[in-house]
C-alpha cells in the first residue's frame, strides 16, 4: 500500500497545479476508502462484511467451506494464472499495473481537487451531509462504500432525489437500492414511490427488490409496499411471499390497482394470479360481482381451465365480464375463453373492441347469430378506425379475412363497381396484387384511393393501385396524389422534372412513404433531396422521419464537417420532438453515430485536460452549473432514461448532442471514456443498443472493448480499495451487485465460460452467472462463448443454487434462467408445478428460442412431458407458453397435439417466433443469418453447419416452423368453410366450390345455421310468454323426443343397451367412452352423423310448432321442403311418404364432388330401406365420410414432416389416455393442482368428436334441457319452462365430463381427418392465406408443397412467397416449383419479369438470376425491381450468369463512356456490380457517382477485383477520404468492402485504433501480402467479427509470431480460427527461428508478451480440468 500511495502522490504532484491541491490528501482518502471498504457490508444476497473475502485467501477458504464445485482447482494458483494467460492470448486482455491504474486514478482526483475547500474537508471528515454528497461527482458517488451514506439524514425521497437526477444511470439506481436494503420499510416504500422509474428497468429494480430488499418475509413489517414496488418482484420472490406477509402487505388490496397492473409483463401476471389464487381462492378473483370488479384483471394471468368455469354461471352478471375484457390487456386465449361465457349482448357491444383477439370461429359465431342483419356492415367504419389507425397493424390474418369476407358481395373482381370496392374499403388489403389488376380502372379515382388505402398495403399492393390510378387516365402531374400511393412511385417518377409532389411541402410524407421503398427508389428520393438536406427545416424532416434518408448521401466526413446542421436541426425541431428524434437517430449507420461522436470529442469543452479523455459532463450531456435547463419548459417524461439529457436539451449553452450517439461508440472512444464514470456511460449506452428490438445486440468490437474498459474500472477499485489483484478470477471478483447488473451477461460473456465461472469470490461468480442467465439466448450464438462454455457456467450455477436450497424448486430454476437447459438430469427432479410455472411465468417469447444439442434437447422435452403432460392433452395457452420451446419435442409429440388446439394457437406461435429472425455479426458470415441457421453455426463450433449437432437442430426447427403452418392451414380451413363469398384465388382455374359450416350436407342447407334461428326465435318467444300452453307442451315433447332418440341411437351405434337410463347417464357414459379411447373410427363417423340428424329434426319438428316460414328461416320454399322431407334416425320424417331414404350424411363431401359417371356423390348414396331400418346402427362403411379432404386424393399417407415416427392411437377398448404419444420412461403426467389439470387428457374418441357430439346436445338444450330426459311421448304435459331453467345444470354436466373443451371453437370446423389427427405438411394443400397467416414461418415450406397448391393460388401468392425469407440453399428448388405454377413466367409473350413482377418477387430473384437469368429484363424502365436483386450480397460473385446481368443493363441501356450509370442505376445494380470488367469500373462510375454510392452500396459489395480494378477503386477512395493515415474507425468502416482493395502501404498506414472498421468482408478479400502489411497492434484491434474469417490461406506460408499474437487476441471467440491458429503453429517455428536470427519486429508499446505454444488452446479446453477437478 505504502509504496503504491508515494507514488500516486508522486505522480499527482507532479501534474497538478491546483492552487488547493495539498499534498497527503490522496493519501488521506485512499486510506479513508480503503479501511470502509474493507469493513462495509457487501451488496450480495447474504450480506456480508468485506472483510470475509479480502483478502482473497479469504474467499478460497470460503469456497472450500460451502464446498463449491471444483473449489481445489478454482482455488489453485496454477489454474488461475492459465486462465489469466488465456485471456490474455485469446481475448487480448491485457495486463494493467498499478502506474496505468493510477492514470484513472487521477482522473478521479481531479474532480476532487476541484471540489471547494469545506466540501472536501467535510469528505476527508467523513462528515459530509445530503447537500454535501450531492455535490460531488456521480464517479464519487457510485464509488463510495455505503458508510458514507449511512449518516446523510436523508429520507426515502431524498435517496430518489440522488437518482432522479439521471433516470438512465442505472449504475446509481442499483447503488441507492443496495445501500437502502436494511433500512425501515417505510423509507424503501418513500424510496420507491419517489422514483423516476423508467418502464425499462421494472424488471431490472424487481431483482434487486426481490433478492436483496427480502419483500417476500416483511411479515412484521408495520408499513405497506405499494404495487408499484410489488409488481416487478422476480416470479420466484412472488411465488416465495408467505401467507402472513401477503396479508400483512394488504396485497390483495393492492391488487386492485389495474393501472399499476398493465404495467406487468405477461409472466409477472401469471406469477401474480397463481400466488393470489393459493392465498385468496379462486372465489375472491371471481366468485361475485363484488370480488369480479376488485381483481378480474387478474384473470389475465389464470389458465384456461380456470376461465372455462365463468361459462355458465349466474352469480356474475356477464356485462362485468365484458367490462374486464375490455379493460384489460390479456393473451387472446384468455380473451376468448371469456367471450364464450358473455351473454349477446354483451358480446355485441365488445366486438369491436375484442375482435381481433378472437378466435375465427367467435367472428363467424357471433355473425350468424347476432340478430342485426346488416351488423358487418356497421362495424365497417369502427372496425378500419381501430385497425388500421395501429402503428403495427397485429390483427391475425384469419380473423381480417373473416371481418374482410363479410364485405365482399361478389368475388367475380372483373366485373366489380365502384360499389363493390367502396365495399371493401381498407379491408381491400386481402387482395393479392393478381386480383387488384383484375378490378376495372375506373373504379380508382381520389375519392375511392382515400377509402382504400392503408398503410398496411404492401409495396406490390401499392403498385397495382398506382397503375390503376394512371389507367384512370389521370394525369399524376396534375393532380394530388395521396400520401400512402407515394411509396409507389418509380425511381423516374421521382427524378422527374415535374414529380407529383412539392418537396417543400410533402418532404415528411415522402419521408413516411419512403419506408417502402426499394434501394432504387429511396436512392431517387435521397437524389431529390440533395439540394437542400442540409437546411435545418429539412433536417428536422428527416431526422424526426426517417433518419437513414441521411446515409445514402453522407459519409462520416461530410457528417463531421456538417455536424453543426445536425445539431441546428434537431434544436430547430424543438423539445417536443426531443424523444422522438432521440429514438429515431438510432437508425443512422453505426458509421455516422460514429463520425458525430469523433466530431463531438475535437470540439472545445469535451476533452478533460490534460489528455484525450472524454469530459463525461459533454459526452453524457449532464445538466450543470454552464448548462441549467429552462425553467419554462416542462419535462414530459421525467421518468425517461433520456430525461437528464432533455434538460440539458433546453438550456441556453447548446450542446452537439454527443448524449444520442451513444450507440456508435467505437473502441477509441470507449477507451477515452474517463474510468471512474465506466458504469454510467454504459448504462446510457446499453439503453440505446438494447432499445433496437429483441434480438439487438452489440457489435461485437464494441462488446469486447466494453470488457477492457470494465477491466479498467476493477483495476481502479482495487487501487482505491488496496486490493492485490493477481489474476482475472481476482479482478472479477471487486464486482458488485450494482456493477453486474450495469454491466449485463452480453458483456461479461466475452470472458467465456471458464474465466467467469472461476471467479474466485463465491458471491461474485453467482451473480454474474445469474446475470448470464438473464441474457437472452440468441446472444449466446453471437458472442464468445462455446456451447461447452455454456454447459460449465449453467451447472456450476445449478450447483450453488441446489447447495443453497438443498435441491430443485421452482426458486433454482428461476435463478438459473436462461441456462436450465444447458444443465443436467438434476433438473429432472423439480415438481411438475414448478417447471411449468418456470416456463409460464419466468421466460419471455425470446428466452424460448433455444439452441441445443441433442442431449440437451431431450433434457428440455422431459421437463415439458413432466409438468404439461402428453401433448395430446395440451390445451392452446399450453402451446403459446412453450413456444419455440416446442423445437426440442419429438416429431410424434408434434403429431399427437390436439388439432383444436394448435389451430386456436397458431397465429400466436407465428407472431412469436424467431424461427427466421436476422441475426447479424455471426462469426464468418458476412451477410445476416436467419435463427436457425445461426443456431447451427454455433452448435457445430470450428465444423460448422454441416455439423450432425447443427444438422439435426436445423431439422428441429423446420419441424417447428411445419408446425406453425399446419396449424395455421387448420385456421383458414375453419374459415373457408363458412364464408359464403370466398375470394377466387382458392380454386386452380376450377369453379370454385362455396364451402359450408359443420352440418351442411350434400343438398346444400346450412343445418346449423337454421338450428340456431329456430331455437332463438323460440327462446325469445318463451321469454316474452308468446307461447300457447300448446305450443309449450310441443316444444318440450319435440325436445326430449329428440334427445332420447339421440342417446338410443347413440347407444346403438355403440353396441350397448339403454336400459332405462337418463339423458345424464347417457352422456356420462359416452364421456367414459372418450376418456378410455373405446370408438372406433367408424363408430366416430356415425356419431358425428347423429349429431346433424339431431338438429334437422328439431327444425323439422319445431318450424310446425313455432309457425315459422321460409322468409323467416332465410329459405327457399324449396329449401324448406327440402328438410322437411329429410329423413333422420332411420325414423320417416313426419309428412314424408317416400320409402326410400337419403343417407346425407357425408359430411366431408362437397356438393361438386363427382362419381366415376359423372353424378353426384349424393345420388351414390341411395341405400335400400331394409338395410337400415331394423338396425340404426348398421350404416354400412361406404356411406362413412372420407377421411380426406375433397382435393386430396393421399391425405392419409404418412406424415413426413410431422409423425412418421408418431406412434398410431390405439383402437383398443381399455387404451389409457394419451396411447398415441406416450411420453419417454420415467415421465408421468402430473397430478392434479391449480395449474395442472389432471383431467384433460384425451383418448381415441377425437376432439373434434367429442366437441361434434357436446355441441349438439349442449345446442339441443340451449333452451330447454329436460327434468327426466327418459321421458317418451307420454311427457308431453312435462312444462317447458323446467327444461329451460335447468340449462344450466345441464351445461354443468357437460363441463365436468369434459365434452365442452372446444364445443365453440370445433362448431364450425370441417367434418375433416384434418380435425381429427393433426395432419402431415405432405398432406395438405397450402392456400396463400395459409402462407400469409404462417409468416415468416411459411419460409420452411418446400417445393413439394408449392407443387401441390393451385395454380390460381401461387400467382396470387407470388408477392407472399416473393418476402418470405428464404434460406439461399432452398431458393432455388422454391423458385422452379413456383415457376411451373405461374403461367406468366413460361408464356413467353409475357415474358422477361419486369418492374412489377420483380417487386412481387422478391426474395426469389436471386434464384432466377442463377438458374433464370435470361427472364429478367434488365431495362432501365425496371430498375427498382433490378434495384431488390442487387441487394442480395448472398450473389455469386463468380457466377457467369450473374455477373453477365450487368452487361446485359450496360448492353440495353446503351451505357458507356458518354453515357455512363446514374448514381440511381449503379445504387439500385448494387451487387451486379461486381460484373463489371476492369475498363467499365474505370469509365462507367465516375467520382461523383462513386461518392453518393459509398457508403451505402459499394461498401457492401462482397467480391473479388482485379488487381489493377483495385488500384482504380483505391485511388477514388483515397481521393474522397484523403490518406488513410488520418482515416478514423467511422472512415474505414464507411467503406466496408472497399478497404480490400487498399495497398499493402496504404493499409499499413491506417491507425491502430482505426482498425475496428474493418469488415469481415474486407478481410476475407485481402491478400496474404495485404494481411501481412498489418502490425500485430493493428491486427490486435480488428473486431472478433472481422477476424474470423481471418483464413489458412491468407497465414501461410508464414506470419510472424508477433502479427499471430495480434491476430489471436482479435479472433479468439472464433471456434474455427483458434483451430487454424493451433494447427499451423508447428509450421511456422522455422520462420519464428529465422526472424529471431535477423531483425524480428520490436514489440509495440502496451502489448501482452510472448505467447508460447503451449499457452495457445482455447479458453474451453480447461472444461477438462473445471469438470474433472484437475
Known sequence: MLTVVLLFVATVSAVSDDENFEPGQEVQILRSLASKFISAENDFTQARSNSAYFPFVKSRKENERIKRLNSTTINSDDY???????????????????????????????????????????????????????????????????????????????????????????????????????????????????LNLPDQYREDMGYILGYRWGIESEADSNYDYTMSTLLHLPSDVVMGINNATFDNLNIADKLEDTSMWGLASPQSKVAWFTRFESRKGWKEVAGTPHHMMRHGHLLSGAPLDKLRELKGQKEIETSLLAEVLDNTEMNPLRVQELWEALADVDREKSFIAQASNLDVSQILSHYDTTDIIHTPHQ???????????????????????????????????????????????RFVAILSPAEIDLIPANDFNSTMLGMILSSTLSLPQLNSIYLKYLDNNYQVADATLNPILLSALPSATILSANPPFIWSQDKTNLLVASAKFSPGQMHSLHEISKPGHWAPANLSAILSTHPQCMSMYVNPREFRAKLDYVVAAIYTAGPDKFHVIATKVQKLPRHLLMAWLEEAHTRPGSKRLPGDWWNSDVLLDRVTSISIPDSGTINPLPSHPMAAQFDRFTSANRSMLPSLALAGMSCHCINLVETPDTMEVLALYRYHTESQGEVAAMPSSARRCWAKKVRQFLHLKALLFNVTVNSESELLSLLTTSDIKTVGGEIFLTWGGPALASITHPEVMHEVLMAVGHTRPHLYLRNGVTYTCMKIMANALLDTMMTEEGGINFRVLTHVHNLVPYTDTRVLKAGPADIRLYVSSVLSPT?????????????????????????????????????????????SDLAAVNPTSLRMASAQLASSTLFASSLTEIRSQSSPLLYHEACGAWLGGKDGRQSDEAVGMFKQWKMLANFI????????????????????????????RRKRQASTLADGIDYKSIYTIVMNDMKAKFDAKELSDTQKMEATRVITETQKMLGDSSFAVLGLER??????????????????????????????????????????????????????????????????????????????????????????????????????????????????????????????????????SDDNSNNAELTTDATPASSGTTAPSGTDAPPSPG???????????????????????????SSTVSSAASSSTPTSTAATTSSTSAPLNPLIEEENDFSELLKNTELTDFIIFSAYEPESAYFTTLPSMDSITLSCDVVIAAGTSASSISSSDIARMSFKEVMNCLSTLGHLPWPPSVTKSIWKAVKEKVDSLQDSTMLPIKRDEMLQLGTLLPAIAAYDSELLDMGRTNIDGISLLGRFRTLSSDDPAILNLVQLFITLNNVSPSNPFTSTEAASLGQLLCGLREDQWRDLITPSVFSSILTEHLALLDCSVSATTSVHLATMLTTLYGSTANWTSSDLLSTGWMACTLSPVQLSKLTHHAMEGLTGQAVKHLSRQQLGSLSHHQLSNLSPHAASFISREQLLPYTNMHRRRGIRAAGGEDEKLVDVMEDIESEMQMGDMKDMMTSPEPEPTGGVGAIYPSCQVLVCFLVTLVTFGL
Not at 136 to 148: G, R
Not at 854 to 866: D, G, N, S, W
Not at 968 to 979: A, G, M, P, R, Y
Open 1059 to 1192: 336400459e332405462g337410463k337418463t339423458q345424464s347417464e347417457v352422456l356420462a357414459v359416452l364421456a367414459e367412452y372418450k376418456e378410455a379411447g373405446n370408438m372406433s373410427e367408424a363408430q366416430n363417423v356415425q356419431v358425428q352423423m347423429l349429431a346433424v340428424d339431431t338438429q334437422v329434426r328439431m327444425i323439422q319438428e319445431l318450424v310446425q310448432v313455432l309457425n315459422l316460414s321460409a322468409d323467416g328461416l332465410n329459405l327457399t320454399e324449396d329449401e324448406l321442403g327440402t328438410i322437411l322431407a329429410r329423413h333422420t334416425f332411420v325414423l320417416r320424417s313426419p309428412g314424408a311418404v317416400s320409402t326410400t331414404m337419403l343417407s346425407n350424411r357425408t359430411l366431408a363431401f362437397d356438393e361438386t364432388s363427382e362419381g366415376t359417371d359423372g353424378e353426384s356423390v349424393a345420388d351414390e348414396l341411395l341405400i335400400n330401406d331394409a338395410e337400415t331400418t331394423s338396425n340404426p346402427a348398421s350404416i354400412e362403411s361406404k356411406n362413412a365420410p372420407e377421411a380426406s379432404p375433397s382435393e386430396d
Open 80 to 194: 488461475m494464472m492459465k486462465i489469466t494467460e488465456q485471456l490474455k492470448t485469446w481475448r487480448g486482455f491485457e495486463d494493467i499495473d498499478s502506474a496505468v491504474a493510477l492514470t484513472y486514478a487521477n482522473l478521479m482526483f481531479e474532480t476532487f481537487y476541484s471540489l471547494s475547500p469545506d466540501l472536501r474537508a467535510s469528505f476527508l471528515q467523513s462528515s459530509m451531509s445530503a447537500d454535501d454528497l450531492q455535490q460531488l461527482p456521480l464517479s464519487w458517488q457510485y464509488l463510495l462504500p455505503h458508510q458514507f451514506y449511512d449518516d446523510l439524514g436523508l429520507d426515502g425521497a431524498g435517496f430518489a432525489e440522488l437518482v432522479n437526477s439521471s433516470p438512465g444511470n442505472t449504475a446509481m439506481l442499483y447503488k441507492i437500492a443496495m445501500v437502502l436494503r436494511d433500512e425501515a420499510v417505510d423509507m424503501r416504500d418513500a424510496f420507491m414511490n419517489s
Open 1227 to 1253: 415421465i408421468t403426467a402430473p397430478p392434479s393442482h391449480d395449474t395442472v389439470s389432471s383431467d384433460r387428457s384425451s383418448s381415441a374418441l377425437t376432439s373434434s368428436t367429442a366437441s361434434t357430439i
Open 379 to 425: 362495424h365497417h367504419v369502427m372496425l378500419e378506425n381501430a385497425w388500421f389507425s395501429q402503428d403495427k397493424f397485429n390483427v391475425p390474418w384469419v380473423n381480417f379475412l373473416a371481418i374482410a369476407f363479410s364485405y365482399m358481395n361478389n368475388e367475380e373482381f372483373v366485373s366489380w363497381t365502384y360499389k363493390e370496392l367502396q365495399g371493401l374499403g
Open 847 to 891: 428466452c424460448k428460442a433455444v439452441c441445443l444439442k441433442k442431449k440437451e434437447r431431450e433434457l428440455v422435452r422431459q421437463m415439458i412431458l413432466q409438468s404439461y403432460g402428453p401433448p395430446s392433452t395440451w390445451l392452446p395457452l399450453d402451446l403459446v407458453e412453450l413456444g419455440d420451446l416446442l423445437v426440442v419435442m419429438a416429431r
Open 965 to 992: 403452418v399446419v396449424g395455421n392451414f387448420l385456421q383458414v380451413e375453419v374459415l373457408l368453410k363458412k364464408i359464403d363469398v370466398p375470394k377466387p384465388r382458392s380454386g386452380g382455374g376450377r369453379e370454385f
